[in-house]
């Protein structure tokens, strides 16, 4: 509705200052450490069900950052004094994996030629040339299908993050898959071999029980395909970091460096 009319604009914005005040304004101070002078996060090995290293009391790895007031939360973030917060990522993980493990040649050549792959999305999805250059709001577009696909979006949900209609939303996912016959094949055969199963696994092994995927509750079904569909590509982007985590924390140990891994 916050489209149609102000009201519903200016509840979502009282919303989000309201959570920013409540999760951190407020709750951060309480919550320093009085010997150390520091705040401390707990991590949790097994609650986050894609696998991943969760963070909690507080929560440091939703710390916002795309409005202006959640990067003002961030400045109170810093190093100890003579250190720096040195923030790194992997390029496209999420979307490498789905690569590997779809094999779909368009998207692995993407890959290997050092290809923008949004943008190649965008030209697939918006009739570009291949040298026409991607204006950025149809990047901003296609990477939403791109990453849209990988979470098992729906064309409703797409069309509500991208303000769109859904018969728009359904041609970009249509496009999508022209494009990636791999990754559609690839989507299908998780769903088919999770349904013969009950599981889905990562590419190194770790498994998670989809008891609905054959429910006769559509909407319970329609969750534990998107969970099919998902839990390859997150899981194991999950299964890699913590592996990339222990193989960091050795080399840190073998140089003697006075570094510390804070969070992932």
């Known amino acids: 509705l916050a489209p149609l009319h102000p009201l519903p604009a200016l509840l979502l914005e009282h919303r989000t200052y309201t959570k920013l005040k409540n999760t951190y304004l407020d709750a951060l101070p309480r919550l320093v450490n009085p010997r150390t002078k520091r705040i401390h996060t707990s991590y949790n090995q097994a609650v986050a069900v894609t696998g991943r290293l969760s963070s909690s009391n507080p929560n440091l790895q939703n710390i916002p950052i795309r409005s ?10 810093v190093a100890s004094e003579g250190h720096v917060i040195l923030s790194l990522d992997y390029s496209q993980v ?8 779809s094999k779909d040649l368009a998207l692995v050549d993407a890959f290997n030629n050092n290809e923008d792959v949004h943008a190649r999305t965008a030209r697939a999805i918006f009739g570009f040339d291949k040298n026409e250059p991607v204006p950025s709001s149809e990047r901003a577009k296609a990477k939403a299908v791109n990453f849209g696909v990988i979470y098992g979006k729906t064309a409703f949900s797409l069309a509500k993050e991208l303000g769109i209609s859904r018969g728009e939303a359904a041609r970009f996912i249509d496009e999508y898959f022209r494009l990636y016959e791999g990754v559609k094949v690839f989507m299908e055969d998780v769903i088919e071999q999770a349904k013969k199963t009950g599981t889905v696994e990562t590419l190194l092994g ?4 989809l008891s ?14 998107r969970m099919a569909r998902n839990t390859p590509i997150q899981g194991t982007a999950a299964d890699l970091l913590k592996a990339a985590m222990i193989n960091v924390d050795k080399m840190l140990k073998a140089e003697n460096m006075n570094t510390k891994m804070l969070l992932t």
């Open 212 to 225: 609905d995927i054959s429910s006769s509750n559509q909407q319970a079904r329609g969750h534990a395909e």
């Open 68 to 77: 202006e007031a959640g990067r003002a939360i961030r400045r109170a973030f």
């Open 206 to 209: 770790r498994k998670r029980i």
């Open 94 to 101: 999420e979307l490498r994996i789905l690569a590997h493990l």
